[in-house]
C-alpha cells in the first residue's frame, strides 16, 4: 500500500494584498537547515497547483487551457521523494529515501 500524507487545509485569506506581496518580494539565497512546516509546505503546493472548485469541473491555482493541467509538482526531502495530489491535499509518497 501506498502511503501517502494529508497535508493541513491551505489558509484563504492573508494579512497582506498581492500588491504588497508582489513589492516586497525580494531573492534569498542563505537558505535555513531545518524543514519546512507541514503548514508551510501545503500552503506552498496549495498556491502552486491547489484546487480553488471542486465539482464537474475542477479550478486550480495555476491556469491551464483547457483545464488540462499538464504539471505535476514533487516534494523531495531528506526522508522521502513525494507527488502532491491536488485534488485530495495530500502528498503520495514514492520513495522512502534521500533523493
Known amino acids: 500500500m501506498t502511503e501517502t500524507k494529508q497535508l493541513p487545509p491551505p489558509r484563504l485569506k492573508g494579512d497582506?494584498?498581492?500588491?504588497?506581496?508582489?513589492?516586497?518580494r525580494r531573492s534569498v539565497r542563505s537558505y535555513r537547515e531545518e524543514r519546512l512546516a507541514d503548514d508551510v509546505l501545503g500552503?506552498?503546493?496549495?498556491?502552486?497547483?491547489?484546487?480553488?472548485?471542486?465539482?464537474?469541473?475542477?479550478?486550480?491555482?495555476a491556469p491551464s487551457a483547457g483545464a488540462r493541467y499538464p504539471l505535476e509538482t514533487y516534494v523531495a526531502t531528506a526522508g522521502f521523494l513525494a507527488r502532491y495530489?491536488?485534488?485530495?491535499?495530500?502528498?503520495?509518497?514514492?520513495?522512502q529515501v534521500d533523493v
Open 85 to 95: 495530489q491536488p485534488a485530495k491535499h495530500k502528498l503520495r509518497v514514492l520513495r
Open 16 to 24: 497582506m494584498s498581492l500588491e504588497e506581496a508582489i513589492c516586497r
Open 43 to 61: 500552503q506552498l503546493l496549495w498556491s502552486a497547483q491547489g484546487v480553488v472548485k471542486q465539482g464537474e469541473s475542477l479550478r486550480r491555482t
